[in-house]
């Protein structure tokens, strides 16, 4: 306990905010470190499927800061959420095994389960005070505004042919903020929406208005390859292509999941989207951006003794700027962006070597939908 009453209050907002897409709002988050020892924070993950980087990395190590810097933090499993939005076929038993898997995902990257709550959306159905919630947040927004609110991952807005059970999920994903009583809310950028719904009507539900801590989506390493700009999942046109081109097990070849063997992360990665001298809309750089630079003080670049020998940055503009210039060869960043990965998700191989049964039965689930 000592050690976060210790840490001054510039590196715990370092350390809260590195590598996030949006704050709402910092001001918010500057008085709640200021005034709450502990406050309560917590990420809902959707209960979808195998663990890719972008949620294993982003997402797992922004745990990890939140936990260091000193937050009460509840990793949130939403089965309920996860079944509305017909997750693994809307397959209950599926989801939880889904759930329990992702359990051994964060353990694995280093997330100390006695350090973090694991709870189920179904805990929290058991409560009318619960369905009090969503049906007062319901209540008080028009269907066009909870609508607009639908978690729109791969689904595309003004879609006629939605069920009707999804209506609930946003005002769900307020309450849930709301049961828990969260001074901070955590999700991809994708997910801003609702988190707005819930600062929204938070004064009336007499509640607290949640900070809201939103990262980027990592984009898939087939990069914008086979998407047209025609699908629209966003009115913000920039969030529209991060939610249309980021990683996805959907699209084959895009996602390098946590546990995949060093061969495979290898062979993704070369045959990965990374065009020469361009960094802009290179996954590569993308990995490099959102998941190498904040886990690691400098990275080494491989390069064979006749091209110079190896290389090393601190800082991601000098990489960037050398890429541009040709100084690096696409080949050459691939192999090093492999190594260093490979590296990073040591211990999630190590985790499922000892401890298969959840990883089995995940990928059980895969082979059979």
């Given amino acids: 306990m000592g050690m976060h009453l210790m840490m001054d209050f510039e590196k715990k907002l370092d350390l809260i905010t590195e590598n996030l897409s949006e704050i709402v709002t910092l001001n918010d988050l500057r ?32 745990v990890k800061n939140l936990i260091e810097a000193g937050f009460d933090f509840t990793i949130f499993l939403a089965d309920w959420h996860s079944w509305i939005n017909n997750k693994l076929g809307g397959d209950m038993e599926n989801i939880k095994i889904c759930g329990e898997y992702f359990k051994n995902c964060f353990t694995g990257l280093g997330i100390n389960p006695n350090k973090v709550k694991y709870l189920w959306a179904s805990d929290l159905v058991e409560s009318s005070e619960y369905w009090r919630k969503v049906i007062k947040i319901a209540k008080l927004n028009s269907l066009q505004r909870v609508s607009r609110s639908l978690p729109i ?97 959907s699209i084959p070849g895009s996602a390098i999941y946590i546990h995949d063997s060093p061969e495979d992360i290898k062979k993704k990665i070369l045959d990965a989207y990374c065009p020469s001298k361009q960094v802009d809309e290179n996954p590569i750089f993308e990995i490099i951006r959102y998941i190498i630079f904040p886990e690691n003080k400098e990275i080494k670049i491989i390069r064979p003794n006749k091209y110079g020998g190896p290389i090393y940055f601190s800082r991601i503009d000098e990489i960037m700027e050398s890429y541009r210039k040709g100084t690096i060869h696409p080949l050459d960043l691939k192999n090093s962006v492999a190594e260093i990965l490979i590296e990073m998700l040591k211990g999630v191989r190590v985790h499922f070597r000892k401890n298969p049964n959840s990883l089995r039965a995940m990928e059980k689930i895969e082979i059979t939908r």
């Fill in 31 to 62: 008085n709640l470190i200021e005034t709450e020892e502990r406050p309560k924070a917590y990420w809902g993950f959707e209960c979808s499927g195998l663990m890719h980087l972008g949620m294993g990395l982003i997402c797992g190590n922004k």
């Fill in 153 to 249: 991952m791969g689904r595309q807005l003004g879609q006629e042919d939605i069920d009707a059970a999804s209506i609930f999920y946003p005002c769900m994903q307020a309450a849930d903020i709301f049961q828990l009583d969260l001074d901070v809310a955590c999700s991809g950028i994708d997910q801003r929406k609702a988190h707005m719904l819930a600062r929204d009507v938070a004064d009336k539900m007499e509640s607290k208005k949640p900070v809201c801590l939103h990262t980027p989506l990592l984009m898939g390493l087939t990069g914008s390859g086979e998407s047209t700009d025609k699908e629209i999942y966003d009115e913000d046109q920039r969030l529209s292509y991060q939610i249309m081109t980021k990683m996805s097990k």
